[in-house]
């Protein structure tokens, strides 16, 4: 167990639909991190945040958007999905901004499926 | 991009030892990152590596040339539970990009 919980575990929808996935990081953690894994795909690095801050952005879609609220806690939100959004998407928090040699923790990632 | 480069799938026999290579771009390099992770599961931590060298922890070991962008991971003794995807990621450190990009991972099958 990371100390990282992502709910819900899994998730049913129908394309154009849109879903919230929650991600609480371990205490003390500071920056949450989302990534988003299809089958073909490695691990893909969508959004970072700091300390309630935007800190680092990677191949995030538009329909895509997240914040990090003052208690720390992540909320990654997907909208008008398309059947390509089904994937497994998974949080991670680390204690820093991500520039030193603290690794990442994993959540146990929600698994998203578009019908 | 990075240009993060593993091999797909590798096999090894239990009791073995099995070296996954992992090579990148050296621009803007600072630090190497592996990861397990098993089916399903999320990946978990395994090594760190900013300086070269080899660095040793139990049965695995990682191994980084900064200059030649290249890191391998060796895993000795090897168990059936050893059979995972192990994901190289290193970091790139300048402005607008990302923290950490992982490699598409390596699949290492563990046959008796």
């Known amino acids: 167990d990371s100390g990282v919980t992502q709910t819900p575990k899994h998730l049913i929808t129908a394309t154009g639909q849109r879903v919230t996935l929650r991600c609480s990081p371990r205490?003390?953690?500071?920056?949450v991190y989302w990534y988003q894994q299809s089958l073909d795909q490695g691990l893909q690095f969508l959004i970072q945040?700091?300390?309630?801050?935007?800190?680092a952005k990677g191949n995030i879609l538009e329909r895509f958007s997240a914040q990090q609220f003052p208690d720390l806690h992540s909320e990654l939100n997907l909208s008008s999905l398309e059947l390509g959004d089904s994937a497994l998407y998974f949080c991670?928090?680390?204690?820093?901004?991500?520039?030193?040699?603290?690794?990442?923790?994993f959540g146990p990632g929600t698994r998203l499926t578009v019908t | 991009g990075q240009n993060i480069d593993q091999p797909t799938e590798m096999t090894a026999t239990e009791g073995a030892i099995v070296q996954i290579n992992c090579t990148y771009q050296?621009?803007?390099?600072?630090?190497l990152f592996w990861y397990q992770q098993h089916a399903g599961e999320a990946p978990t931590f395994l090594s760190y590596?900013?300086?070269?060298g080899l660095e040793e922890k139990g049965r695995f070991s990682s191994f980084l040339s900064r200059s030649k962008g290249y890191s391998y991971l060796l895993l000795k003794e090897l168990q059936m539970k050893d059979s995972a995807s192990y994901l190289c990621?290193?970091?790139?450190?300048?402005?607008?990009?990302?923290?950490?990009?992982f490699g598409k991972g390596t699949r290492l099958s563990v046959i008796a």
């Open positions: 991670a928090s680390s204690v820093d901004s991500g520039e030193s040699s603290y690794e990442q923790y």
């Open positions: 205490s003390g953690d500071l920056s």
């Open positions: 945040y700091y300390n309630g801050e935007e800190r």
């Open positions: 050296t621009s803007g390099f600072n630090g």
């Open positions: 590596n900013v300086l070269d």
């Open positions: 990621a290193p970091r790139f450190l300048y402005s607008g990009n990302t923290p950490l990009v």
